[in-house]
């Protein structure tokens, strides 16, 4: 795969303005772009027409006439690009192949097991690619840059994966990603956390838009938030993902991964159901899942909850209320707009989500919870890590510092 990132990291400010402008809000007439970007109109012809050649930018459609002659609009490409976008979860592995508008041309995802080793997911997700490129007809378009949304806690700059617990194989520690994708693509590869990612998916592109405080929580394995305060990614330390997870909710509470006691994680996430559902069946309660307890998995939980089953309602509701706890500090803290709920467990169960936002307001004044929008699973739902990524190639390119 030959190498076009430069195509968009080597265009001028300007060019740089007017593509970021047309990305996100094309298609537009040169008088709305030239008001929107301030570059005056005699400048904008001489400005666009390299983005024009280098076919960046296309003559999309006849607008409406205001009068006069009716005004060309004017877009981004989106039939000779593509993104690469790889979301590497604990649970999953997704890649999707979208366009420069961030639509998806190709999406695969494999189920991550105990033989998901990280050469044996770089080689699957190789595969993928491969069998996307076949299926899309892909060498008639220009691969404009790969990107990876992970688990963290990363080594950004470097690429590098640094020491995650919960993979159910081996060697996920210190694990070169970006080097080793980039040594079977042929193609640079930018590493990203995929909570970071997803935030910046749906603030662009998804519920977000227009919005400039954001909270995004994925509730899976472990909690995994990404957070855009006036219109900047707030980044941790490492960049965990998963600083919120380890928010103390009680100080006499069970030990935590991390070493200390009592965090929200213990008691809110896919591990702690798993755990607590187990727990109350050894001790002899009932319930409706037809499974050996050591066979239980979150999904089962989820659903025998949808179909009535105390075990598992209360089981849900427990992790849930304490989840509100937790948010409701973090909504106090820093006060985002929109609120956006998902990860496995949001989108499995329902119950989690509502029970969710209910405890959440009650523990929040009513002037603060008037001002929140709670959003189940986000415009993009299980896609916006994987997307979130291919946008994050669009935004370094573009130098946006988001
Ligand atoms: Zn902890």
Redesign the pocket.
Known sequence: MKDNSNALKSLSFEEKKIFNLLQKNGRLSKNKISSRTDIKLTTLNYVMEPLEKSKMIVESCIGESTGGRRPILYDININDFYIIGIDISILYTQVVITNLKMEILYKELFNMDDSYTPCETVKKVVEIINRAYANLNLSHMKLLGIGVGSVGPLDIKNGIIKNPVDFFADKWTDVPIKKMLEEKLKHPVIVENGANAAVVAEYFYGVGRGIENIAFFNCGIGIRTGTISSGHLIRTINDEEEAF??MTIDIDGEK?????YG?L??YSTIKAIIKNISKKIKKGRHTIINKPVEEIDYKDVCLAAEMGDELSIDIITDAALILGSGLSNYIKLLSPKLVILTGPLIINSKLFYEVCVKSTLKNLNSTKGKSVIFNRCGYFSGDAISIGASAMVIERCLESGI
Do not use: I, S
């Open positions: 997870g380890h935590c991964k991390c070493g200390n965090c994680e213990c």
